[in-house]
């Protein structure tokens, strides 16, 4: 059930535009990734939706709640960059923003202990957040996102900073959280959106190109593949592929030839005849749809 509805969002910086006519709706309980390179307008997005920016047209509903009332108490919010008091422990820092939100001194206390367990931080309470990893702070931002109980947690980019391992701690967060709440989180790195989003929302120079889940994107391209991996030199084989008339495009990729067909099933039998007569040295044979990658540069470069 779509709970925020966006419709015909612009944005303008000094007439030029950031944010052209862009339109989505969130459901409950979803994961939804934000993607698309930088400067694409995903923190623009963000930063309307919570609040802290005014669009210069458009119209943001949750639940029925128009943008120009106050949504605080809806969303929490953790930017690229959070700022921390270093010299606090995590546990003051929680109380302190959960106070900020007008939670009791007791309830205050009681969620910040709650929440700093939920993100694995509950032995490193008492430390200085000084002290503290990126992807310890990052986890603790994202604990402060959560301190009041909000419907939408808006996370920017909240690995693009992060060593390997700070990175998975943050994504393994992310796919746990989604289980209790809704989350919309811009991320420039493709392989993060497809391990945790339900659904994508892809931006591109400011314009909403897909709004849906990966496996609709790859129907609205309907492009399938044939993959043929060979023992070597598959460039010897090329020409004799090119001349099947089901084969649209073969790219090469060391010991392995990425072929795009119209009719995968008639491609799939003219390929094995081909490789059988000849008898090619292949190694594997594998049909398999566009990955994500692909599919957002067939999709911008449009």
């Known amino acids: 059930?779509?709970?925020i509805h966006v419709q015909h969002l612009n944005k303008q910086f000094d007439g030029t535009a950031v944010i052209e006519d862009v339109s989505f709706q969130?459901?409950?309980?979803?994961?939804?990734?934000?993607l698309g390179p930088n400067g694409a307008g995903k923190t623009t997005?963000?930063?309307?939706l919570s609040g802290l920016m005014k669009p210069?047209?458009?119209i943001i509903t949750f639940e029925g709640k128009s943008n120009k009332e106050d949504i605080r108490s809806w969303i929490g919010y953790l930017p690229q960059y959070p700022v921390f008091h270093n010299w606090m422990s995590g546990r003051e820092f929680l109380i302190y923003v959960a106070r900020l939100a007008y939670?009791?001194?007791?309830?205050?206390?009681?969620?910040?202990?709650?929440?700093l367990q939920k993100v694995g931080l509950h032995d490193a309470k008492n430390r200085r957040i000084g002290k503290y990893s990126g992807g310890m702070k990052q986890r603790l931002g994202i604990a402060q996102a959560m301190i009041h109980r909000p419907k939408l947690i808006m996370l920017d980019e909240p690995v693009s900073s992060l060593d390997p391992n700070g990175r998975r701690e943050v994504l393994n967060l992310i796919d746990e959280l989604k289980k209790e709440t809704t989350i919309l989180f811009s991320t420039h790195i493709l392989s993060d959106a497809e391990e945790v989003s339900d659904r994508l929302l892809l931006l591109h120079n400011g314009t909403l190109h897909h709004s849906g889940t990966i496996e609709e994107l790859q129907a609205t391209q309907a492009v399938n593949r044939i993959i043929l991996r060979?023992?070597?030199?598959?460039?010897?084989?090329?020409?004799?592929l090119d001349s099947l008339p089901e084969?649209?495009?073969?790219e090469q990729n060391r010991e392995a030839l990425y072929i795009e067909a119209n009719k995968i099933e008639a491609a799939r039998s003219a390929i094995l005849h081909q490789a059988a007569q000849y008898q090619w040295p292949l190694t594997s044979f594998e049909i398999g749809r566009l990955s994500l990658e692909e599919l957002f540069m067939k999709v911008v470069n449009k």
């Not at 084969?247 to 073969?250: A, M, Q």
């Open 26 to 34: 969130l459901e409950k309980g979803m994961c939804v990734s934000l």
């Open 45 to 48: 997005t963000l930063r309307i």
């Open 247 to 250: 084969v649209i495009h073969i």
């Open 230 to 240: 060979f023992d070597s030199q598959p460039e010897r084989y090329i020409e004799q």
């Open 103 to 115: 939670l009791s001194k007791k309830e205050a206390a009681s969620r910040a202990d709650q929440l």
């Open 1 to 3: 059930m779509s709970f």
């Open 56 to 58: 210069t047209s458009g």
